[in-house]
């Protein structure tokens, strides 16, 4: 797995193709991100992540989905316009995927592979049910902003539940452990 994350093609937000190649050697957290969801306040915690530890050798990659209730239903370029006047947000931007579904973007496809459950699913299962809403089944991604945390080396060493937020102690010390493993 490890090569073959970096081999996987994807596109920036601007159109631009690429592989995560650009990024060995640096830690990813990999997060699919709506405009229209109650998750999105979350951009802002990401960006500040991004800041205190890009330095340090983490990337925060965002890729943008539609594929829940609709949440993310603007073109790469609203996204892009929305991301920075609404967050400012300067870690990078891919452009729109689906991570669930027939249509599943082999990225997703590699990162649920690779870490089939998210640590802390069950509260926010159970949050979708009491909406009314059938909570996919692992290993499929449950909802926006669930997050995989991918090591400098580019094995899948953490998988996330989308209301885990970039400053929850689980997450940093994830991060902080993969950081200081890999400097």
């Known amino acids: 797995m490890s090569e073959a994350i970096y ?16 990024f060995k050697g640096r830690a990813l957290l990999v997060v699919n991100v709506a405009s229209k969801c109650g998750l999105t306040p979350q951009y802002d915690g990401l960006e500040k992540l991004y800041e205190q530890k ?18 993310e239903p603007g073109s790469d370029d609203e996204i892009k316009q929305f991301c920075s006047t609404t ?34 699913d069950g509260p926010f299962r159970e949050r979708l049910k009491g909406y009314g809403i059938a909570p996919n089944p692992a290993p499929d991604v449950l909802w926006n902003f669930e997050k995989f945390l991918v090591s400098r080396d580019g094995r899948v060493i953490g998988r996330f539940a989308p209301d885990i937020t970039a400053d929850d102690p689980r997450l940093i010390e994830a991060i902080d452990a993969e950081l200081t493993r890999g400097a």
Do not use: C, M, W
């Open 54 to 71: 890009r330095a340090a050798g983490l990337e925060v990659l965002a890729f943008p989905a539609n594929n829940f209730k609709g949440q």
């Open 87 to 120: 967050y400012d947000v300067t870690f990078p931007l891919f452009s729109k995927i689906s991570v669930v579904g027939e249509d599943q973007h082999p990225l997703y496809g590699a990162l649920t592979a690779a870490q089939p459950d998210a640590s802390g």
């Open 7 to 22: 081999d996987i093609p994807v596109k920036s937000i601007d159109g631009t193709e690429l592989t995560l190649d650009q």
